[in-house]
């Protein structure tokens, strides 16, 4: 069963998401895709493995959680996932990101290693923005201003879903469009400045030697098997899954073979 919860982090109200009865050990946080939110990880949540702890939070500025007040940075997600972590009692946890989520799971290796037992990286990449995607930061800033969430659905389902996805799940398509418009336009708009100004974590990779699993849909345009690819040669402990039939939101959009890669890497730890 997936229990939803709220308390007030760093004086900010935030909503999480939590399945299991692991104990403090056996833990794995799920930090999610822009511009989604939690619910992103419900179907991962449902198939908690027997003895283990999922939670997914909600990041600063969408769904439940509260927003920083100061200028936006990818580091705020870190900060409030420590602070969650202390108020859960978890010391020690295994930490997973899609996407956006990924660049905050390196923002957290460079706040709090010791912490982490292992990272699973999903459509996600170590590179900072190059100054094209800058570029395209700064109309995606302009059409949320203009235009909103429902704009941003817009420009961003194609390239999130991969094309299986688009030609035969209709369903998928419709409840992701519902939690991106659910977001705040204002939230939106401060992590696309934290995505465009993130660090370059591909120094990190070499020193990061807990066992870590790369997981990419072969269809993925935004962070393609190429980046995943890189990412696992230039890590200690990496393995590599690349999901057939899968685009960009490969949990969502092939949840069972995310599964077989995620749950006997996660038994093995
Ligand atoms: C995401 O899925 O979180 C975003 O596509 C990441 C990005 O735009 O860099």
Redesign the pocket.
Known sequence: MVRERSTAIGGRPTRWLEAGEGNTTHALVWLH???LGADMWRAQLETVPDGWRLIAPDLAGFGGTADHTGPPSIDDFAQDLDELAGYLGLRHFVLGG????G?AVFAYLRLNPSRVKGIVLA??KSGA?SPQ?RDGRQKMLDLVAAKGCPAIADE?LP??LGATTQRIDTGLMLDVRAMIESNSAEGVSRAIQR?RDRPDATPQLASTFVPALVIVGEEDG??PVAEARAMVNALPDGTLAVLPGAG??SNLEAPDTFGAALLPWMAAL
Not at 98 to 101: A, E, F, K, T
């Open positions: 895709a822009f511009p899609l996407s956006m989520g660049y459509d996600t923005d995607a961003m390239k999130l995505l935004i962070t960009h939101l």
